[in-house]
């Protein structure tokens, strides 16, 4: 994934924030805006391009491609330095509030003098939000419920932010000379939906230069411990990094110990305790003779405690060990296993990229089949119309050859009404490869209203894929309110699979209703929901949801042969 190109989006993103926020032009405020999502979406390495490659870029003036440039070969940004230096720290804090917004966040500081979120949480509980024009009478609450998400996130990083910046330091370290092995731990390495902080652990037989190289990196703003043993420094982002030096021998122990549960770990030592061993952050040992056991891998540790060797994702405690004992730990599904993506988009909706650039993207993964599931008329502001389907459709088909091992499937993304109702009648469904069907709307509908809303989608006959069922954004908006074990129990019946959205923003369904559907004996699939062609490598991160989830090729439709899912989606013919 191209993070620099994530990181240059961040930033002209922000840059079009302040310039409304600051009273800017309006125009320059939406061509930035517009530069941010072409960066973010652009296929090729912006480090890679030259101010006139910028230029290249759809939306990227000469303007904006000095200022890309300027930030590739000095790490700032001077024009956003100046204007960030004109906003209160607590004023750009509030336009982070799910609801709030910039434009909004510069009228409750110009009209109210509200100038951080503490201020801002009492200002509309002392009800004074109504003297300001543009804050309705729902405003309040919905802005407390905002604050209150994105408290509970706690400041907790999304995986593909975590994984990205991880990566970025274990092929750092592993760089120093002297380090034999590195790694992360720790929630990441679980594939937790969000992290707290990023453990990272390495061998060496001096963890100086090792520690020395953390604190060097150029992203590292802060170092907030600095010892032989343990490092940790806070990034340009504000993410805590961990860094642990231990010996060779104990890289197995301590692997173990780092990457945790907590409660995972708490289980293995008691059956330490049990097998004469202790096990502890210092390493494996003897509990009679206080002597060190040599642990150089995982398996070793395990094997010592009468187990096999267990996958990270399992490590919660949720019964993995005794299914170990048992000789009964789930095959996972893995990354490889998937074999296409059955939910994306292209630049005919809300896509950046072209059908073509999609498809040669899909086909690079090695997939033997791909939909493209454009938005369906419902959602308005996509402006879909029945031509405009047909006419891709045409298009597609006539792309068929383009990749001889891959399979083009023609498919859309339904809204499901509040009453579960879809876009388009039986027939026009019916001219369909795959449909997926989500809510869009009425988040707010009560939880029978939600229940019988999903329940009559998954009955729907050319439904195939029930999309992101909970419509929650982590961190952003929470999930709607619907009894699961009611839908599960009609997606089951009916053979509609329910999505694991892929992208780190959602990741919906969850680990642990996944893991509560399966036992219904729903299908599942991993998708994407791309709309950009790097969207398309999202699956890692379902792929987590799913390890997390226990689910193995059998639980998930897009691992299948295309003969055999192809049976899958002909629902109705099993009625
Ligand atoms: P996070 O960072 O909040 O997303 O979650 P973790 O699991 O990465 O937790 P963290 O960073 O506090 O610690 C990393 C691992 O170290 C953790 O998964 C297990 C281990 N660990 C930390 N504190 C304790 C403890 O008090 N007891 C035990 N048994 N293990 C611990
Ligand atoms: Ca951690
Ligand atoms: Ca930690
Ligand atoms: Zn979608």
């Known amino acids: ?150 408290r509970q996130s706690g400041g907790r990083t999304l995986l593909d932010a975590a994984t990205e910046q991880a990566e970025q330091i274990v092929r750092a370290i592993s760089a120093v000379p002297g380090c034999t092995r590195c790694a992360y731990a720790g929630s990441l390495r679980r594939m937790r939906e969000t992290v707290g902080d990023i453990d990272v652990l390495a061998t060496a037989e001096d963890s100086e230069p090792l520690m020395t190289a953390l604190t060097e990196l150029p992203y590292v703003a802060e170092v907030i411990v600095r010892g032989p043993t343990k490092t940790s420094v806070r990034t340009a982002k504000g993410l805590q990094v961990d860094l642990r030096v231990v010996p060779e021998e104990d890289w197995g122990a301590a692997l173990v110990y780092f990457t945790g549960s907590k409660a995972h770990n708490i289980k293995l030592r008691t059956m330490a305790v049990r097998a004469g061993l202790k096990l502890s952050e210092y390493g494996l040992f003897d509990a009679e003779s206080g002597e060190k056991v040599v642990s150089a891998t995982e398996d070793e540790v395990y094997a010592a405690l009468g187990l096999p060797w267990i996958a990270p994702p399992l490590r919660e405690d949720r019964g993995e060990v005794e299914a170990a004992l048992r000789g009964e730990l789930p095959d996972l599904v893995a990354e490889s296993d998937l074999r296409g993506d059955l939910h994306t988009h292209t630049d005919l909706t809300d896509g950046l990229a072209t059908l073509e650039d999609m498809i040669d993207t899909a086909a690079a993964r090695g997939y033997s089949y791909y939909a493209v599931t454009d938005h369906a008329p419902d959602l308005v502001m996509q402006r879909m119309t029945d031509e405009k389907m047909l006419a891709q459709r045409e ?65 729907n006959p050319h439904v195939h894929v029930i999309g992101h069922l909970t419509t929650r954004r982590i961190g952003r908006r929470g999930p709607i309110d619907v009894d699961l074990d009611a839908v599960f129990e009609a997606a089951a019946r009916t053979g509609t699979a329910i999505e694991i959205n892929s992208s780190p923003q959602r990741l919906d369904l969850r680990d642990e209703d996944v893991q509560r559907a399966k036992r219904y004996g729903v299908k599942f699939s991993i998708d994407s929901d791309a709309h950009a062609t790097g969207h398309l490598a999202y699956p890692r991160y379902g792929i987590g949801t799913a390890q997390r989830a226990w689910l193995t090729t059998e639980d998930v439709i897009n691992t299948w042969t295309w003969q055999r899912l192809k049976k899958f989606l002909r629902k109705d013919a099993l009625r």
Not at 423 to 437: I, K, N, Q, S, T
């Open 395 to 459: 298009q597609l088909r006539g792309l068929a050859d383009r990749h001889k091992r891959m399979r083009l499937l023609h498919g859309t993304e339904l809204n499901i009404g509040p009453d579960g109702g879809v876009d388009w009648p039986a027939e026009f469904l019916a001219g369909f490869d795959v449909c997926v069907a989500s809510v869009h709307s009425h988040f707010g509908a009560d939880r029978a209203a939600q229940t019988r809303r999903l329940i009559r989608a998954c009955e």
């Open 1 to 150: 994934m191209t993070r620099l190109n994530d990181q240059v989006q961040e930033l002209l993103q922000e840059y079009a924030d302040l310039i409304s926020i600051t009273g800017g032009d309006a125009f320059r405020a939406r061509s930035y805006e517009k530069a941010a999502r072409a960066v973010g979406g652009h296929p090729e390495d912006v480090a890679r391009l030259d101010a006139k490659g910028l230029q290249q870029i759809p939306g990227v003036g000469k303007s904006t491609a000095e200022k890309i440039a300027e930030y590739l070969a000095t790490g700032r940004m001077s024009a956003l330095e100046a204007l960030r230096a004109k906003i209160p720290p607590g004023v750009r804090e509030m336009m982070a509030v799910p609801s709030v917004g910039p434009k909004r966040a510069l009228a409750l500081y110009r009209d109210l003098d509200i100038a951080s979120v503490d201020q801002l949480a009492e200002a509309v509980r002392a009800d004074r939000l109504s003297e300001v024009a543009g804050f309705g009478e729902r405003s309040g609450e919905k802005i407390l419920h905002g604050i209150e998400l994105m």
